[in-house]
C-alpha cells in the first residue's frame, strides 16, 4: 500500500495548510498563530480534546480511537528560524526575517493531515495524543514539555516523528535504531590577565598565548584522550582577544561546540576541559574560567519501536524506498527529551532534490506531505490494532 487513498483526496487541502503556515512563520516557544491555525483545523476534523499552551503555545489534541487501549503520542514540531527567505515562491514568508527553512510547516501538516484521517476513521483502539510542539530550533519545547508532565498526563506510552529530508527522493525514508542524532553542547572559556603597553610586556600577564594552549589542547581531546571507534566532536569555533596593536589585552575568549552520543565521552569531555582550562592557565599565570552548557540529548531510536516504524514506512514507500540502517547524523533534535523518558522513534521523509536545511532557498514539498500523514496514520492503526484483545 503506498499512500492513504483518503489522504491522498485531501492533498490539495494539505498543501492550503502547509502554504498558509508558511507565509507566517513564528519562532521559539512564540508561536501562538501557528497554534490557533492548528486548533481551528482540529476542531473541524472534531477531535476529542484540544490541550493548548502546552509549553508556551504548543497544542495536544486526543483522538480517542474505538475502546480502551494505550495511548502513542504522533509529534510535530512548529517553529520557524531567523533566515530571510529567498525562494520567491508565491507562498513566501511575509514575516520578514523569519523562515520555515527546517520544513516544520511541512510537520505540522503531516500531522494535520494524520489527524484529519484518524478522527474520521478511528480504525484503533485506544487514544492517539497529537503533539504540536514549538521551540525545536531554540528554547527546547520538548524539554518544557517533559517538565511540565505531559507523557505522564495523558499516559504517553511511545512517540514518533518525521523530519524533512532534502536530498532523498520524494516519500522515501530513512532512520536508524539506535543513536540518529547527536547530543549538542557549547563551551566558554573566559580568560583573564593584565592588560597594558605591549612594549612593555613584562609588565602584563597576557592572556593570548594561554587563549591559544587551551585552543590547541581541546583538539587533542579527540586525538588523544578518545576511543577513535567512537563518534566525537570538539570545534573550537571562536577565539578573540584584542583591539589594538600596541596592546596587550587583558582577557580573551575560546569557545566552540561538542557534538556527542554517549553519556560517558560527554562526561570525559567535560572533565578534560576542566583539567585543560585550569592547567594552562595555571602555566600562564592567567585566570581561566570554564563555562560547559549541556544542550539537546543525543537522539537515540528504540530498537523496537524502530523496527516498528520502518515496518510502517516500508507499506507506504516499499523495501527499496526504506534504508533502515542509516547513518548517523551530527545534527541535533529535542525529540530526545522525550524519548530519555519513553521509546520513540525518529524518521527522516524525504523531500527530493531541493535546498537543505536551514538554507534561506529551502522549501518543504508539499508533494511529500501524503507521505507523511500516511505514516503517522498507520502507525496509529498498527500501533493500536482494533481486532486484539
Ligand atoms: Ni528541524
Request: net charge negative; with cysteine.
Amino acid at each position: 500500500m503506498p499512500v492513504i487513498n483518503r489522504i491522498a483526496a485531501f492533498a490539495e487541502d494539505m498543501t492550503a495548510w502547509r502554504r498558509h503556515l508558511h507565509q507566517h512563520p513564528e519562532l521559539g516557544q512564540q508561536c501562538h498563530e501557528t497554534a490557533a491555525f492548528v486548533m481551528d483545523r482540529l476542531r473541524e476534523f472534531g477531535v476529542d480534546e484540544i490541550h493548548e499552551g502546552v509549553a508556551v503555545s504548543g497544542v495536544i489534541a486526543i483522538i480517542n480511537g474505538q475502546g480502551d487501549g494505550p495511548t502513542i503520542g504522533l509529534r510535530a514540531d512548529m517553529d520557524a528560524l531567523p533566515i530571510r527567505e529567498t525562494t520567491g515562491a508565491d507562498w513566501a514568508s511575509k514575516n520578514t526575517g523569519k523562515m520555515h527553512a527546517c520544513g516544520h510547516d511541512g510537520h505540522t501538516t503531516m500531522l494535520l493531515g494524520a489527524a484529519r484521517y484518524l478522527a474520521e476513521t478511528r480504525n484503533f483502539k485506544g487514544r492517539v495524543a497529537l503533539i504540536f510542539q514549538p521551540a525545536e530550533e531554540v528554547g527546547g519545547g520538548a524539554e518544557l514539555m517533559v517538565q511540565e508532565g505531559v507523557l505522564d498526563r495523558f499516559d504517553i506510552r511511545a512517540l514518533y516523528a518525521l523530519h524533512s529530508a532534502p536530498g532523498t527522493p520524494l516519500g522515501q525514508f530513512y532512520t536508524t535504531p539506535g543513536p540518529l542524532m547527536a547530543a549538542v553542547d557549547t563551551f566558554h572559556v573566559d580568560i583573564t590577565g593584565v592588560g597594558g603597553h605591549a612594549a612593555y610586556p613584562h609588565e602584563t600577564v597576557d592572556p593570548i598565548p594561554a587563549a591559544l594552549s587551551i585552543a590547541q589542547a581541546m583538539a587533542t581531546i579527540v586525538s588523544r584522550n578518545h576511543n577513535p571507534l567512537d563518534d566525537l566532536v570538539v570545534s573550537v569555533t571562536m577565539v578573540h582577544a584584542g583591539t589594538a596593536d600596541n596592546v596587550v589585552p587583558d582577557t580573551a575568549y575560546v569557545g566552540g561546540t561538542v557534538r556527542t552520543y554517549d553519556k560517558g565521552v560527554q562526561a570525559m569531555v567535560m572533565r578534560r576541559m576542566e583539567e585543560i582550562v585550569a592547567g594552562q592557565a595555571a602555566s600562564f599565570g592567567v585566570q581561566g574560567v570554564l563555562r560547559y552548557e549541556v544542550g539537546y540529548p543525543p537522539t537515540i531510536n528504540d530498537p523496537d519501536a524502530t523496527e516498528f516504524a520502518v515496518s510502517v514506512a516500508r507499506e507506504i514507500a516499499g523495501d527499496s524506498g526504506v534504508d533502515a540502517n542509516a547513518t548517523p547524523e551530527m545534527g541535533a533534535e529535542d525529540f530526545a527529551f522525550f524519548q530519555e523518558k519513553r521509546p520513540g522513534a525518529y524518521l527522516f521523509v524525504g523531500n527530493g532534490d531541493t535546498a537543505g536545511l536551514h538554507q534561506p532557498d529551502y522549501d518543504f514539498d508539499d508533494n511529500a506531505a501524503p507521505y507523511g500523514a500516511s505514516f503517522f496514520a498507520r502507525v496509529a492503526e498498527r500501533a493500536l490494532p482494533l481486532n486484539t484483545q
